[in-house]
């Protein structure tokens, strides 16, 4: 009994802390989402975000960064995962250590530097808004697809990829069979660590083109037009877009998890 009390009075500040930061929030949130400005309950702030066409824009223009910069980081940081855990070079920790240093230095310069190299390339960054938001979306979250996959792929047991190559397996076969399987946890880690971010980070958009087409800036626009009830709705609708994809790609990481096992 004493050891149950003490868990529960441990647990104390952790309620409270949700309660506080996470609950209460939240429920100022709905409050707002579904009411007007004489504080009546109404469904109109959410029928009006699914007939707006400029707020529908603004969310499938926000999908189509997000999802084309998920897919390039993809495509980037897959083979160099691979290679950095796959090779027997002694100081690969150290070519890891690359990535990573630039996550050290603030956010606005590197944004900046970024914005100067595409000036030299490009001339008028207004005339690509699309293509300098993916090249400053992948530059900023590259490194968050890159470590979780190689994380996996480092710890994977290379005796099986030996038993494949043992049973007549190819390099390509062992590699499609064995090592992209277990290393889809990986994979939809950095999947969920890039595309959600990717959807709202509206300050690289700005810093790049003096953009604000993007959800996240939607909402500042909204708040900043003291139009907290719109703005709430569309934070909560936002809300709920993230929380389904969270449970959709963590069911497909669990799946992934379960081949590993299988084959293990």
């Known amino acids: 009994m004493t050891s149950s009390f003490s868990r529960k009075t441990l647990g104390i500040p952790y309620l409270l802390f949700m309660l506080i930061f996470i609950a209460a929030p939240l429920a100022v949130l709905f409050y707002y989402a579904f009411t007007n400005g004489q504080g009546q309950f109404t469904a109109d702030n959410f029928i009006s975000f699914f007939t707006n066409p400029n707020t529908l824009g603004t969310l499938f223009y926000s999908f189509g960064i997000a999802i084309v910069t998920t897919v390039l980081c993809l495509l980037l940081a897959y083979p160099t995962a691979y290679f950095l855990a796959k090779s027997k070079f002694s100081r690969k920790a150290s070519v890891l250590m690359l990535f990573i240093v630039p996550m050290w230095i603030n956010f606005s ?11 030299l390339i490009e001339g008028n960054l207004a005339m690509y808004p699309f293509l300098n938001s993916v090249i400053g979306m992948t530059y900023d979250f590259l490194p968050f697809m890159i470590l979780p996959i190689y994380n996996t792929i480092s710890k994977l047991d290379s005796s099986l990829l030996e038993a494949a190559n043992d049973l007549g397996a190819t390099s390509s076969q062992a590699f499609f ?5 277990l290393s889809m946890p990986g994979v939809i880690s950095g999947i969920m660590m890039v595309f959600l971010p990717s959807m709202t980070n509206y300050v690289v958009l700005d810093m790049l083109y003096n ?28 809300l709920g ?9 963590d069911k497909d990481g669990s799946g992934a998890e379960q081949r590993g096992g299988a084959l293990l």
Request: aromatic fraction near 12%; glycine fraction near 8%.
């Open 211 to 238: 953009s604000t087409y993007i959800m996240g800036s939607l909402i500042g626009s909204y708040f900043s037009a003291y139009n907290w009830h719109g703005g709430s709705m569309i934070a909560l609708i936002l």
């Open 177 to 181: 069979k064995i090592t992209l399987p």
């Open 241 to 249: 877009i993230i929380c389904l994809f969270t449970l959709l790609t």
């Open 109 to 119: 310069l590197r944004l900046t530097a970024l914005k100067e190299v595409l000036s």
